[in-house]
């Protein structure tokens, strides 16, 4: 028997649910397979404000930092929407990514067959959409220095971030996703907007340094604002998107609607070594949330790709993956994927219906 | 006889075909309305960096700060792609921007029913959509201050900008975008990545200061990747959208996309007091210039913007406005809007189509 220990942050709103029924499939998945896992969970985000105060208590990070890789749920809510920005459970959220030092996130967005009709685009332009964002995560505007508050030199009152990147932080991001689309279809598009923005325009530059090791992978630029009207006019022209952690987080949640299934997408966020953090792209939906509704899949897919990208169980990691598609063919939906002449089930029977097919 | 003078500003790619078709509409509706327009027709973008080495010469900003008016065609092409950051097409624009203190951008995002199979979202989804981004122009990360290249305290190399905003900045375009929801339904979105930027925090703060002159106006917040999403999910749920320049940037791009006839759509950039600045929001599609291939309905609507938010001359305006519905009724469709059943026509001969309806 192999042994992992995984660390489980269940979060808020819906996350709990899709948690527990995610870790059963990793359980049955595992066992299969011959792996071990021990667990721990432990609160992050408004339900460690709720106990501790803090959206990230110390205990919570060590946790994490000690497993071999960590599952979350989701965090926030109304009730914590107003608090200071150091007690907001966003900021539990960006501490863990900071704290895990998991600087590459990997938002896939895939429309499978079954769900194609889920999407508002038109059948001809969502079928086929497969794409990989390769997101910067613990750089750029969310973590750079000088930020705050303050005036200006006319003493009027300001707020400010700074938008910073390093060589370095580019340079790995930038082989991550070559890694990627070698893997794939060997096409990588890195989005910037380095017509305005020295950051960009340094990000740029980099990118193409560290093109030279990758002559197999075909790479090209692409505006922010232009990769934002082509995902709508064209997804399909996308194999592998890289870039920084602002336009990721736009640009890999227009993804993310264009499949019309946000219920279905996982993500992983992997740093150099490490455990890497691996969670549902949806939020946490408060106003579903205890009521045995929410979609379990992406959870149950960041799952395997917790096997896949974080323990290296490529096996178990299909099991699960081939196991959604199964129940899927089954006509089994949450009321998010709902269609005429499906199933639909809450939660708990989605996961009872995976169950079955691992 | 009124009397206004208007610069118009070819620049590249396609935009001196437009430009040439959208003065002749111009013309017309003025003399039947008893306005007469002097015109000034100076180079910006790559033309002026080919004329005069820089890509705004003083005589451009000066003819344009001078005039009532500016009608701009496009800027930019792969031939200056390479030049470094002061002598690019795009930084012309950007000093036009801030030489006419235009902070405020109107873009306008329509599906016309003529055009609603254009849209590469389903029928339900597109039908409709009346959406109006309010993108301020001349502050934000565009502009922001500390910006270049250097070398962190680690000695490694970096590329950064600043995000900031004054209050006076977010408040005059607040105002704005509160004006302008007035006039529409009534309902204005702010989008923000409050969760994590402080730059956004104070801009939500001052939007919600601002709000209390306006109590008539239906006020919401919008995560900025939320956004993204519900602009694919459903974008009628937008009336007003209100963002920072790089946000409104990328939001408009894709709620014009959404539209499926980005040939179509006009924009608007209008400052305190001082002449504002027209231009379709497309751009020089260097890829079929001089091949009176391009569209000219969004520089002809970019004149009818002129004229309405310019000039005042409402009637010269909504006369413009009619003459393009009526050209797409009677069939007529330049390639990017072409269906089957319908007219294919060049630049020329839509603005001739577009005359005989004036
Ligand atoms: C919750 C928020 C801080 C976070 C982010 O902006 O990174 C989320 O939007 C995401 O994309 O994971
Ligand atoms: C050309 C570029 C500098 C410009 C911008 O980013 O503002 C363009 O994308 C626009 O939206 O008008």
Redesign the interface.
């Known amino acids: 028997y192999k042994r992992h220990t995984i660390t489980l942050l269940p979060g808020d709103g819906i996350g709990p649910e899709v948690i527990s029924v995610a870790r059963n499939v990793l359980n049955l998945a595992a066992s299969v397979e011959g792996i071990e896992f021990k667990y721990q969970e432990v609160p992050v985000g408004g339900a460690a404000l709720d106990l501790t105060g803090v959206p990230l208590p110390e205990e919570t990070l060590l946790a994490a930092k000690q497993s071999d890789a960590v599952l979350l749920g989701a965090i926030?809510g109304y009730k914590w929407d107003k608090n200071e920005?150091h007690l907001?459970p966003?900021t539990g959220l960006?501490k863990l990514r900071e704290g895990l030092k998991v600087f590459a996130n990997l938002r896939p967005a895939t429309v499978l067959p079954q769900l194609v009709d889920a999407s508002?685009?038109?059948r001809e332009?969502a079928e086929g959409v497969d794409l990989m964002v390769v997101r910067e995560l613990t750089g750029g505007?969310?973590f750079?220095k000088p930020?705050?508050?303050g005036t200006?030199e006319?003493g009027?009152?300001?707020?400010?971030?700074?938008?910073?990147?390093?060589?370095?932080e580019i340079d790995r991001i930038a082989r991550v996703a070559f890694e990627t689309a070698r893997k794939r279809k060997g096409k990588l598009c890195s989005v910037d907007?380095a017509?305005?923005?020295?950051?960009?325009?340094?990000?740029r530059k980099r990118i193409m340094a560290i093109a030279l090791e990758y002559p197999d992978v075909e790479l090209s630029h692409m505006y922010?604002?232009?990769a934002?009207?082509?995902?709508?006019?064209?997804p399909k022209q996308f194999d592998t998107i890289v870039t920084n952690n602002?336009?990721g987080?736009?640009?890999?949640?227009?993804a993310?609607?264009?499949t019309g299934s946000?219920g279905m997408l996982p993500s992983a966020s992997l740093g150099e070594s490490g455990p890497g953090l691996f969670e549902p792209i949806h939020g946490s939906a408060p106003d579903i949330a205890g009521q045995d509704k929410a979609n379990p899949l992406a959870t149950i897919l960041s799952a395997a790709m917790l096997l896949k990208y974080g323990l290296g169980e490529e096996n178990a990691a299909k099991r699960i993956e081939a196991a959604v598609l199964d129940t899927l063919n089954k006509g089994f939906r949450t009321g998010d994927i709902y269609s005429a002449g499906t199933k639909l089930v809450g939660c708990k029977e989605m996961g009872e219906e995976v169950l079955k097919s691992v």
């Open positions: 926030g920005k907001k966003e960006l508002t685009l038109k332009v505007i969310y750079g930020r705050g508050f200006n006319n009027e009152e300001i707020g400010f971030n700074t938008e910073v990147y390093a060589a370095y907007k017509n305005v923005l020295e950051a960009s325009m340094f990000w922010v604002d232009n934002a009207m082509q995902l709508v006019r064209d602002i336009f987080d736009i640009l890999s949640d227009e993310s609607m264009i946000i």
